[in-house]
């Protein structure tokens, strides 16, 4: 083995600023870089599925030895036992979310929420007539109280119709292959609470009843997410594009930094408006003012909707405060790494833990109250503050990096765009150009970071090589953050990266969007957070009907290059129960059952028309994406002309 090989890689990333962060550093200051490298080798019992830790008896592995476990469960069971509980974590993460919002909501309309309003009325009343209420004559609050009785009941009823916010998000055939498959959620809870119980010792053996609650469970996840995004919109706006800024070369060293990192708008959004107003504040301690910043999906929110810079993504959210000048890091719910603590011990930093079940110890807490929320926020930006007043001058050491970003593209925002040239029938535009072979498709990016790849790597691999064959990409959560921080989220991306076919669609929407937009677009387009892959879901589900076709037809997949957490276990199966090909760039724990596997990567096509590919090889990955869009627009173009030929009144429903 050469010395180079045998060096422990603790770089490893694509970053240029985590990368000169990293080497400065030099391993002093421990991060989840040297951690990856302390964990190895890990083990390949969990890695494959096939450790139980269900009930006391075990753990059980399946082994040559052993080929069941105590109780006598097969490893098919074991490994799909695993993979609901994984769903259900997934799903339980975005129903906390989802939920706060409703609760905030409620006890915003009994006037216990001042800090709240409703910023989107006009959201608020698209929202109701999808869901098929009446808006005629009524007031914001009756109709806004009518949706979140709406919302409650599919978060919590235990009567078996479908729950509002799927059926009136899907399409038809979507509607009718869930009820057929038996796999309609009876609500977020019910299901949640339904997958902990079918998946206790002794319980379901099946593997394939076993995986379909799985399926059902990634349902709820989605229903819980799309009422998170909905109601997002409606109390804070919906996102209009908007330019920033991304990477740690954001973080100005004459200001007092505080990063907003976790998931929920709820509080981001009002330490980003207390920060505005506490100014003075900052300047009498010596500051010249106040920059907020995000990280993860709480940073993509406020990037969507105020234009707030985005200082890192997952993997590298300890190094901001590795650059001495980052006074507060101010942290809900889900994706944050406990480690922040140790290292913000080594510097001023403060972090500041809000939500009562997300404590990280030796933190400051203070607790975020929806009924003083922006009481909470200034208490928090004045300990930010307090902060800036002990930074060490000598250790501040800032990466200059940092991109361009156009950010903002909600579905409204994208049909906006297309509005430009087909005002009749805006989504037209884009089924136009894959139906002309100027695009090959579209292409949801998604998901994490995860150390089993390289940093960064496997997202940029991906999106250079799907733009450069002409496909239309449009991003949300960590995997947005690789695109704003690498500079692939602005327009100069559009000339570097994109082909011929790509270049000319997005100008011709520049174009028509001459004086209307104050930046040209980008090759990304950014659609928001994590529970905002609803967003995404829509513009499929959209384009859809305007072919008068399933989800299953339509050339559009997803692609998640370095999945990690539950959340993107849970989104990466209900985008394959809804139809699409979904890339996983990172196998899943899953592979300890060929039965198992099978079903995710083929079953689950002939049965749904969505499918897994588990690829590794971001290059590889590229060509199987491609491949999986251009079967769909063959296909398409096929039984489009059967129709024709054969003059029937619908297209082939079959794929
Ligand atoms: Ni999504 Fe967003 Fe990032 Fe992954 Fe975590 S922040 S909710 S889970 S790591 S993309
Ligand atoms: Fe072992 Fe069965 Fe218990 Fe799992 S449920 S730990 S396989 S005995």
Same mark, same amino acid.
């Given at each position: ?206 593997? $394939?009843? @076993? =995986?379909?609650?799985? #399926?059902?469970?990634? *349902?709820?996840?989605?229903? &819980?997410?799309?009422? /998170? ?78 234009? $707030?810079? @985005? =200082?890192?993504?997952? #993997?590298?959210?300890? *190094?901001?405060?590795?650059? &001495?000048?980052?006074? /507060? ?85 994208? #049909? ?240």
């Amino acid at each position: 083995m050469s010395e180079e090989k045998k060096k422990p890689d603790n770089k490893r990333t694509v970053d240029p600023a985590a990368l000169q962060v990293l080497e400065r550093n030099e391993g002093k200051i421990e991060t989840a870089y040297d951690r990856y490298v302390n964990m190895q080798p890990q083990c390949n019992y969990g890695r494959t599925g096939i450790c139980c830790r269900i009930c006391l008896q075990g753990p059980c592995r399946i082994t040559k030895k052993a080929s069941k476990g105590i109780c006598g469960a097969h490893s098919y069971t074991i490994v799909a036992r695993n993979l609901v509980r994984s769903i259900t974590g997934g799903a339980s993460a975005h129903a906390d979310h989802g939920r706060h919002i409703i609760y905030t909501l409620l006890e915003m309309l009994e006037g216990r929420t001042p800090d709240y309003t409703i910023e989107d009325p006009a959201k608020l009343r698209r929202v109701a007539q999808r869901l098929g209420l009446s808006v005629e004559g009524k007031e914001d609050r009756e109709l806004l109280q009518e949706v979140l009785a709406i919302a409650v009941s599919d978060f919590t009823k235990l009567s078996g119709e479908p729950c509002r916010w799927l059926e009136t998000t899907v399409t038809e055939g979507r509607m009718n292959k869930i009820t057929d498959c038996n796999i309609q959620p009876r609500s977020v809870h019910t299901t949640i609470a339904e997958s902990m119980g079918q998946t206790h010792m002794g319980v379901d053996a099946d593997p $394939v009843n @076993l =995986v379909f609650q799985g #399926l059902k469970t990634a *349902l709820a996840d989605y229903i &819980g997410m799309h009422i /998170a995004t909905d109601l997002s919109d409606i109390l804070f706006g919906t996102p209009k594009p908007v330019t920033s800024e991304a990477n740690l070369g954001v973080i100005d060293p004459e200001m007092v930094n505080i990063a907003v990192h976790g998931h929920n708008p709820l509080l981001s959004e009002m330490v980003v408006r207390a920060a505005r107003e506490m100014k003075a504040e900052a300047e009498a301690a010596g500051a010249k003012g106040i920059k907020c910043m995000g990280i993860c999906c709480t940073g993509n929110e406020v990037l969507m909707r105020q234009g $707030v810079p @985005l =200082v890192t993504n997952f #993997l590298s959210q300890e *190094l901001p405060i590795m650059t &001495g000048a980052l006074d /507060a890091m101010v942290v809900d719910v889900q994706c944050i790494m406990p480690a922040i603590r140790a290292v913000a011990e080594c510097y001023h930093t403060r972090i500041i833990t809000t939500m009562p079940h997300s404590k990280i110890p030796g933190s400051y807490h203070v607790e975020f109250s929806e009924e003083r929320a922006m009481e909470k926020a200034r208490e928090i930006i004045r300990l930010a503050i307090d902060a800036f007043k002990e930074r060490v001058p000598g250790r501040i050491d800032i990466p200059q990096v940092k991109n361009k970003v156009t950010a903002g593209f909600s579905l409204e925002a994208l #049909l906006d765009i297309f509005a430009a040239v087909n005002p009749d029938n805006p989504i037209k535009v884009l089924t136009d150009a894959i139906d002309s072979g100027q695009l090959r498709g579209v292409v949801l990016l998604a998901g994490c970071n995860n150390l089993r790849v390289l940093h960064d790597h496997s997202h940029a691999t991906v999106i250079k090589g799907l733009a450069a064959n002409n496909v239309f990409l449009v991003s949300t959560g960590c995997v947005a953050g690789t695109a704003a921080k690498l500079g692939l989220m602005n327009a100069e991306a559009v000339e570097k990266y994109a082909g011929e076919g790509l270049k000319a669609f997005i100008n011709m929407l520049n174009e028509a969007n001459a004086g209307k937009l104050t930046e040209k677009l980008p090759l990304v387009f950014h659609m928001g957070s994590c529970v905002d892959n609803s967003r995404a879901y829509d513009l499929n589900t959209l384009m859809a009907k305007e072919w008068g076709i399933d989800t299953p037809k339509v050339p559009y997949a997803a692609s998640a290059p370095e999945a990690m957490s539950e959340k993107a276990v849970a989104i990466g199966t209900w985008c394959v129960t809804l139809g699409m090909p979904t890339h996983v760039g990172v196998t899943p724990e899953i592979t300890g059952s060929a039965l198992v596997d099978g079903i995710a990567l083929q079953i689950a096509h002939d049965v749904y028309g969505g499918y897994f590919i588990w690829e590794e090889d971001p290059e590889k990955a590229v060509e199987a994406i491609l491949a999986a869009l251009d079967e769909r627009t063959w296909k398409l173009r096929v039984h489009r002309l059967a129709k024709e030929r054969y003059e029937t009144a619908t297209i082939s429903a079959g794929w």
